[in-house]
Structures are given as C-alpha cells and as structure tokens.
C-alpha cells in the first residue's frame, strides 16, 4: 500500500542514518590517513599533542584544520549528490505541467506561495484558458478570481497575462528555449527560466531557490548569498549536465528533512557528510518526527506526481477544497 510504503521508508531512513555516519566516518579516516592528514609523524611528534601547541606549531598541530582544497570540495559536493540520488531517485519538478506553457505559468505563480497552493489552482486556469492566446484575450478580474488562492492575485495576474501577450507577439505562441528570451517575459527570472529550461527542454540548469541556497550554504558548497552567485559557485562543482537533477535532489532534501528553522538530523541519510549536522533534533525518534511528505508518510505537493513517486509510496496532494 502507498502509505505504508512510505511510512516504511521514513522509517528505513533513520535506521540507516547510524550506519551510513559510521562507514562515513570510516571512509573519511581512511582517506585521512592516506593523505598524511593523520599520519605517523604527526602522531609520534605529538603534532596534536600540547607541545605542539605551546610552540605554536600550526603547521602540525591537528587541532588547526587546513581549508578545503577546491579539488576536495568538489570531491564532497558530488559525493552528497550521490547520495540524495539514492534517496530520492524519484526527485521531480513538484508543479503539475503537461506542456512548456503551463510550466513556466505555474512557475511563475509559485512566487510567496507553495507548489502545492498553485497546482490545486492550475487546473481550473488552464481549463479555462490553456493557450497563450486564450490567457491574454482573458478577462483580468476573472483570472484574479481564480488565481486569489495563490496570493498576490493581482500582480500575478498582470505577470502571466502579460507573458502570455509576448508569447503571442513575439514568440508566435511558443514559450522559447532559450535563456536570454524566457527573463524576457513578465514575471520571469533566471530561476523560473531554469525550471522551464531543464524541466520542458532538457536544458541544464541550476534552480537557485530558497530550498537550495539554504542547503549549499549549510555544506559549506559556497559561502555566497546572491542567487546569480550560489549558481555560479555551485555549477563549477558538478558536470553541466548534472545541473537539473542536483537541482531536484537538494530541492527535495529541503522540502522534506533539512528545514529551515529545524533539520532533521537525526534522521538525515546524509547526516555523516554535513558540516551542519547538530543544529537541528539529533534525536532520531524524535527527527522522524520532523519529516514530510512522503519520507513522513504524508500526500506530496502534485495532483499528478510521476509513477516513480508513487511507486516508491508517495501520494498524491488532495485537490482545492478537498482537506
């Protein structure tokens, strides 16, 4: 049954967090010591030792931890996106689309809101208008009515009417698939046109949101804060071709365990691998008691989930109205 599958697989991932953090930690000593990070010398000088100390032998002394090398950075980033790719295989863009015209509407509807909010109103705005012509002929206050839910109804009304009439002007009706036309369009950044780039084209892009710059700065991937930054930092770390999927699984990761104002660590599958790990419940009964959506055993954020979500005991988010 799909709630039991999922129930099963929150529980699966706090089981798991002990042993992966211990053959982390095996692996990461093995890799110290062939590095000479924890060596004979350093030991038998006592390099960690108070002498060490006393003489101000940084050099040696193991309480004073080099920095990262650039080539270990991108060793540890790829290693953590390994590892989210394991748990959640099944990692999606969570907006309902069938087409490049839909994504980049609820894309852009998204904005102050959930995926969830926005895919329970979706479905009656393109019932009703589900082509760019037919969206900037509309009439503006019955767009507004039905976009209310999502907040901000007005402006995002403007926005997607207003993208819609360049779409038709411009484009002939078709969203492009080019970076440089899409931040074109009312209510388009470099976020929304990376969505719509590598989720409707196949297109490699990083999807810098709130989710993403959260994590990254939390492994220490990048110490940066402005979006066009974090996704120039992050990008040289991983293959472009690598960008979309990453985008998804730390996208996923944040959404579902490593919250903003408490992580659940101690159900964290990663938990061995983050340099974060303790500010948030270490507790792993008590984590479990943190997670969402499916890893929580609860309904995810579209009507319309893939099958790979729903086959490994995801559910699909109830309708407008429905609870």
């Given at each position: ?5 999922a ?18 930690k095996a ?6 010591v ?9 030991v ?5 030792g108070?002498?060490?100390v ?15 090398s ?10 953590v ?13 969570e ?9 980049v509407?609820a ?16 479905p009656?705005?393109?019932a009703?208008?589900?082509t760019?012509?037919?969206?900037a ?10 976009l209310?839910?999502t907040?901000?109804?007005r402006?995002k ?13 411009e484009?002939?009706g ?24 590598g989720?409707?084209f ?6 810098v ?5 959260r ?7 990048t110490?940066?804060?402005e ?6 930092a992050?990008g ?12 998804h ?16 660590c101690?159900a964290?599958p990663?938990a061995?691998?983050?340099?974060a790990?303790g ?16 890893k929580?055993?609860f309904?995810?954020?579209r ?5 790979s ?7 699909p988010?109830?309708p407008l109205g429905?609870?």
């Amino acid at each position: 049954m799909p709630a039991k599958k999922a129930a099963d697989s929150g529980k699966a991932a706090v089981k798991k967090v002990a042993t992966r953090r211990a053959a982390s930690k095996a692996r990461a000593d093995e890799d110290a010591v062939s590095k000479g990070a924890v060596g004979k010398d350093a030991v038998s000088k006592g390099a960690a030792g108070k002498d060490a100390v006393n003489k101000g032998d940084v050099n040696k002394g193991a309480a004073v931890s080099k920095p990262e090398s650039h080539t270990a950075l991108v060793r540890r980033a790829r290693r953590v996106n390994r590892e989210l790719a394991e748990i959640y295989p099944y990692a999606h863009p969570e907006l309902d689309f069938e087409n490049p015209f839909q994504l980049v509407v609820a894309t852009v509807l998204s904005a102050q809101t959930t995926d969830l909010r926005v895919n329970q109103t979706t479905p009656a705005l393109f019932a009703k208008y589900p082509t760019p012509e037919d969206l900037a002929a509309a009439d503006p206050e019955e767009v507004e009515e039905i976009l209310r839910p999502t907040g901000f109804f007005r402006a995002k009304t403007k926005s997607v009417m207003g993208l819609s009439k360049a779409l038709v002007e411009e484009f002939g009706g078709e969203v492009p698939g080019r970076l440089e036309d899409l931040v074109k369009l009312p209510g388009v950044g470099r976020k929304t046109a990376f969505v719509v780039l590598g989720n409707a084209f196949g297109r490699p892009g990083i999807t810098v949101d709130t989710h993403f710059q959260r994590l990254v700065r939390r492994w220490k991937w990048t110490e940066a804060t402005e979006p066009d930054k974090i996704e120039a930092a992050v990008g040289a770390l991983f293959p472009k071709s690598d960008w979309t999927m990453l985008s998804h699984h730390v996208i996923f990761h944040g959404r579902r365990i490593c919250h903003a104002r408490k992580p659940a660590c101690g159900a964290c599958p990663i938990a061995p691998l983050c340099p974060a790990y303790g500010e948030g419940e270490t507790d792993p009964e008590k984590a479990k008691k943190l997670l969402k959506y499916e890893k929580g055993g609860f309904p995810g954020q579209r009507l319309n989930p893939p099958q790979s979500y729903l086959d490994a005991g995801g559910r699909p988010a109830p309708p407008l109205g429905a609870g």
